[in-house]
Nanobody, 125 residues
Framework: QVHLVESGGGLVQAGGSLTLNCAFS????????MGWFRQAPENERELIAA????????YYADVVKGRSHILSDNGEETISLQMNSLKPEETAVYYC??????????????????WGQGTQVTVSS
């Protein structure tokens, strides 16, 4: 059973940066597309970034494009998401996900087979 553990959430000031990390276990990392979703209170969850296991094919939602970087480390079986210029409205629980579909299919599906517990990111104004 795939198991995902996020780390790196916390409190950051508006305009600041944060890096989230996710450790993958329980499966064959090279079979999965990894992603980051977030869900703010009273909002629907949204996919903000995804990457294939090689780290070659990437997707960024428009809301984070240009100020976020998703990386995949096949050797360590981890992914990370660096977010810059954070805004208070980006306060949310951020979830690491894994899916046995290509990146573009995960983007269309806007869902995933495996989810981590989530990590809280709070951006103060």
């Amino acid at each position: 059973q795939v198991h995902l553990v996020e780390s790196g959430g916390g409190l950051v000031q508006a305009g600041g940066s944060l890096t989230l990390n996710c450790a993958f276990s329980g499966g064959t990392f090279s079979s999965y597309t990894m992603g980051w979703f977030r869900q703010a209170p009273e909002n629907e969850r949204e996919l903000i970034a995804a990457v294939d296991w090689r780290g070659k094919t990437k997707y960024y939602a428009d809301v984070v494009k240009g100020r976020s970087h998703i990386l995949s480390d096949n050797g360590e079986e981890t992914i990370s998401l660096q977010m810059n210029s954070l805004k208070p409205e980006e306060t949310a629980v951020y979830y690491c996900t894994a899916d046995q579909l290509p990146v573009q299919s995960v983007k269309r599906r806007q869902d995933s087979d495996y989810w981590g517990q989530g990590t809280q990111v709070t951006v103060s104004s």
